[in-house]
């Protein structure tokens, strides 16, 4: 059992509730592992994935997550729904409700909706996103991810860089490292930083902390939800914040690289080390971010459901 | 006899507040045949058609004037309309509001000034119009402002919007001039606000909303003022919401330029803090902005700067505020609230004395637009309200009577209850 009903944003996440959740997601990895990846654990609960944009990640990793645990998902997509035809999301929320499902996974490209969903329903919710506010399940299998090869996370140095500005896996991942208690620090130029970021660390290229990190994790550039474009070249970006071959090179032995997914290739990472093979390439843990997602999202939809 | 709004009045043993000259007495008031026929100690009067108040432990002072204020009529009847609007006035002790032009159609023309004047005759309280400054409130071509002053408007105003061309907001102020009445200045560069939803600072940040900065506001302040020096227009800044907006009009009445300002009582009482319930209702405009800005609004009205308290009232459906923080509209009800929510916050905790507090809904904003309101002397007719300072109430989505509910006081606990409100005459409000 979690502290709280919902999963919204890792403010509300008590050091008890992430430690759960990591400690659980052990055995749900196991059971991906199996020929027959399928336990009853959900059978006959209802999930339902309420996707007011576009997603096919996280919408798909939830589905796997749930239907590996035996609980019936239904997927709702804002394109083709009746939310064209001028439905309010409150009235898109009665008419789940009196469906009778039991959990609801929300996706919505404003700030604050997943709370606003919860304050309207009785039944748990999971934000899957919402804005630019917060992506907690992202951020909880980042950790994972990072737990899995670090053994323990106190004292890490984390490098987040990129558009603050308009990510929420930003805000859930910042809060999240250092919650539990690693060393983050931002590497982003001032039209990527919101007004007031001023109680963490800034840097302004991504060469202060190459060197010395432990976790370089790079946020995707939002080109879709940035209102003005004040930013001058991807050729500005490249020199200053950008992971190519050379840098890479620079980085400890034991250090790795995240990145949330979709990458924009040639913007956040060069083609080069996106297609790297050998030795270097075991620092990209991109793919196994996305494994250990499932499995993430299997312990979380088990701690709020049973 | 007749109805019991029609009685004559007698208010007995009431703290009577002065607020024009900041004096206090314990009296009578006599209000007979609407007119306050005395005011003194002990009244005695015959007749049996005669309504008692019995005022022991209350106040007694001038109907408030909230000078800013949407009645959302013509245009958007579902919202408010003069009559409810009117009605939510004077259960928050008003009794004289001015009503803001961005109707549909704008109130930008004598026959739209006309309507308000019509159909607030038989309305509960005073309905004064602000015509729009510039057509159709689009910021081009100036206003009939001749034709609309003698038709009755107080002032002028683009409210909701803000003049961009400042050669235009120039001549505006040099025409304005002419008939002495004030503009009254929406604040905002639209360079800067276009996308935010809220304060831009520590919780925009960390919530993710789009943020609108300080300097929206600030830098059409101080646009304003140079352009009120040279032209000599009347000016007065509507719904003050940050520390350096308080600095700039300080310094221009130093420097001896016609400027006044207001600020709302949701200003005064909120900071940004509470954008992290994405409560819809706190989505206002200016946006309610950081600690040190509500107190730098609430020492602006303590040394004297801010010249009034005005609600800024600002009725919305619920279908447009029932939505994600992005898609709500902007605004806050307040007319019902205005005494109770300002005076929790400037008298019981920043301990402003009554009667100056009171004189920023009464003869504060009457001054600022030139009417004559806010006094209660013999002679005159009576608008008058009287409060329970003492009454405690947590406030209630129910408890409105406006036809719109988006209230960001819904909640909070808030001190003083209006009692009785005497308006043109009548008694026309009593929970007594």
Do not use: W
Not at chain 2, 59 to 87: N, Q, W, Y
Not at chain 2, 238 to 248: F, P
């Amino acid at each position: 059992m979690l502290s709280k009903k919902s999963l919204l944003d890792i403010e509300s996440l008590e050091l008890e509730d992430i430690k759960l959740i990591l400690s659980n997601t052990d055995s749900f990895l196991e059971i991906s592992k199996r020929e027959v990846k399928k336990v009853p654990t959900l059978r006959g609960r209802t999930v339902f994935n309420l996707f007011f944009e576009p997603s096919t990640r996280t919408r798909t990793s939830f589905e796997i997550a749930a239907k590996r645990l035996s609980a019936d998902i239904i997927n709702f997509s804002a394109a083709g729904s009746s939310l064209k035809k001028g439905e309010s999301i409150i009235d898109t929320l009665k008419t789940i409700l009196s469906m009778k499902v039991d959990l609801i996974i929300i996706r919505h490209s404003d700030s604050g909706t997943a709370k606003m969903v919860d304050g309207f329903v009785d039944i748990p919710v999971i934000n899957a996103g919402d804005g630019k506010h917060q992506h907690p399940t992202q951020a909880l299998l980042d950790l994972y991810t990072i737990k899995k090869r670090f053994g323990q996370l106190k004292g890490l140095k984390a490098a987040v860089i990129g558009d603050f500005l308009n990510s929420r896996v930003a805000r859930s991942n910042m809060e999240l490292f250092e919650k539990t208690g690693m060393d983050v620090t931002l590497v982003s130029p001032a039209m990527f930083l919101p007004e007031d970021f001023s109680e963490f660390k800034v840097r302004y290229s991504i060469d202060d902390v190459i060197e010395d990190c432990d976790i370089l994790y790079m946020l995707r550039m939002q080109l879709e939800r940035q209102d003005r474009k004040f930013y001058p070249s991807i050729m500005e970006y490249n020199r200053f914040l950008s992971l190519d071959m050379e840098r890479l090179k620079k980085m400890k032995p034991e250090s790795i690289v995240m990145h949330p997914g979709p990458v924009n290739r040639g913007i956040e990472i060069s083609d080069e080390v996106m297609d790297l093979s050998g030795k270097l390439a075991e620092k990209i843990v991109i793919e196994e971010q996305v494994t250990y997602g499932v499995a993430v999202r299997m312990a979380i939809l088990y701690l709020i459901l049973s | 006899m007749g109805k019991a709004e029609d009685k004559n009045i007698l208010i007995r043993k009431g703290r009577i507040i002065d607020p024009a000259k900041k004096t206090e007495s314990s009296a009578d008031v006599f209000i007979k045949d609407g007119i306050v026929e005395k005011i003194g100690k002990n009244i005695k009067v015959a007749g049996s058609d005669i309504e008692v108040i019995d005022a022991g432990g209350l106040v007694v002072c001038p109907g408030f004037v909230d000078m800013h204020v949407h009645l959302r009529d013509p245009g958007f009847e579902d919202k408010e309309t003069i009559e409810s609007g009117a009605m939510a006035a004077v259960k928050g002790g008003i009794t004289t509001v001015a009503c803001m032009p961005n109707t549909d159609p704008a109130i930008d023309s004598e026959h739209a000034v006309k309507y308000i004047m019509e159909k607030s005759i038989n309305a509960a309280c005073r309905v004064l119009p602000v015509a729009a400054m510039t057509k159709g409130l689009k910021g081009r071509n100036i206003t009939e402002m001749g034709l609309l002053s003698q038709a009755g408007a107080v002032g002028f105003s683009d409210d909701g919007k803000c003049v961009a061309d400042s050669m235009l907001m120039y001549e505006i102020m040099r025409y304005s001039n002419q008939f002495g009445l004030p503009l009254i200045l929406h604040e905002e560069d639209y360079n800067i606000s276009k996308y935010g939803l809220v304060h831009e600072g520590h919780y925009s940040s960390m919530l993710g909303l789009e943020g609108i900065s300080g300097l929206s506001d600030d830098l059409m302040i101080a646009r304003d003022i140079m352009l009120a020096g040279r032209s000599k227009a009347k000016v007065h800044i509507t719904h003050l919401s940050t520390a350096a907006g308080v600095e700039m009009v300080d310094k221009a009445k130093k420097d001896g330029i016609d400027i006044t300002c207001d600020v709302t009582p949701h200003h005064l009482f909120f900071d940004d803090s509470v954008l992290s319930s994405f409560n819809t209702n706190f989505k206002v405009k200016p946006p309610i902005r950081s600690s040190e800005d509500r107190k730098a609004l609430a020492e602006g009205i303590k040394s004297g700067v801010i010249d009034a308290v005005a609600s800024d009232h600002a009725p919305h459906l619920d279908t447009e505020k029932n939505t994600t923080f992005k898609l709500a509209e902007f605004g806050t009800i307040g007319l019902e609230t205005l005494f109770s929510a300002a005076y929790t916050k400037l008298c019981r905790e920043e301990k402003l004395s009554l009667a100056e507090f009171i004189s920023l809904i009464t003869c504060g904003p009457a001054k600022i637009l030139n009417i004559d309101a806010g006094k209660m002397e013999e002679g005159r007719e009576a608008n008058i309200t009287v409060i329970d300072t003492e009454a405690e109430q947590r406030i209630k989505r129910g408890d409105f009577i406006s036809k719109s509910k988006n209230s960001a006081f819904i909640g909070q606990k808030l001190r003083g209850k209006i009692v009785c409100t005497i308006s043109k005459g009548k008694l026309v409000y009593n929970n007594k």
